[in-house]
């Protein structure tokens, strides 16, 4: 399963963007890149996938290159309640395990 | 999106004992996962629960150590056996449903004195 790289902090204004990379360059034609967040030791939460095509939900969207290598994840109107441990995930194409990095700790600065 | 709960939420226990955490989903799901997350740490895959046969266990995770139960498609559990402080950590399971999103339980918080 591809390793996932991400800095392990960053800050964001209130109200602004917050993006976020991760690069998985060893990542495989058919492996999934997923996003997840933790908030203050709280079961992870969810927030979007994609293979290839960008994706967006209502709570973000996931930019992936071309080649696949890295990826972004954008809140597009970054809150407090934002604050928290992103983590980006390539889930394997073997089988249905995650295997978590170390994420990044987002802050969303008033 | 399923809704899973776990219990206990937290615990504090002496070192040599054992404790058997619950995970109980509201609807069936083909597979579960158990996690451990140490203090200021990611989390770490400990196990895949298999219903009706027993659990995958990831290196360095063994079954005396954290034995599991999967009776049916809506219920696991998992024991921390033999405890010692090391193992004071949070614990949460996870569910897959449809093919391929996991969701998370809130977590069981253990502390071993």
């Known amino acids: 399963d591809a390793k996932t790289t991400q800095p392990p902090s960053m800050d964001c204004a209130e109200g602004r963007a917050a993006n976020l990379p991760c690069n998985h360059s060893t990542i495989s034609g058919n492996e999934y890149v997923y996003w997840y967040r933790q908030i203050h030791s709280q079961g992870p939460q969810y927030i979007i996938h994609g293979l290839k095509n960008n994706e967006t939900n209502e709570m973000a969207s996931l930019i992936i290159t071309e080649d696949r290598k890295s990826s972004t994840l954008i809140l597009p109107h970054a809150t407090l309640r934002d604050t928290a441990v992103y983590y980006c995930i390539v889930r394997g194409s073997t089988g249905n395990q995650f295997y978590f990095g170390t994420g990044t700790s987002l802050t969303v600065i008033p | 999106s399923a809704v899973i709960s776990q219990k206990p939420s937290r615990d504090i226990c002496q070192r040599g004992t054992s404790l058997t955490i619950q995970c109980q989903v509201d609807?069936?799901?083909?597979?579960m996962f158990w996690y451990r997350q140490q203090p200021g740490q990611s989390l770490t895959l400990i196990a895949t629960a298999n219903q009706g046969s027993e659990a995958t266990y990831e290196s360095g995770f063994v079954i005396d150590k954290f034995p599991i139960s999967r009776p049916n498609l809506t219920f696991s559990t998992l024991t921390v056996s033999n405890m010692s402080p090391e193992d004071s950590s949070i614990y949460l399971c996870?569910?897959?449903?449809?093919?391929?999103?996991?969701?998370f339980g809130p977590g069981t918080r253990l502390t071993v004195l």
């Open positions: 996870s569910v897959l449903q449809g093919s391929d999103t996991q969701y």
């Open positions: 609807s069936q799901v083909t597979m």
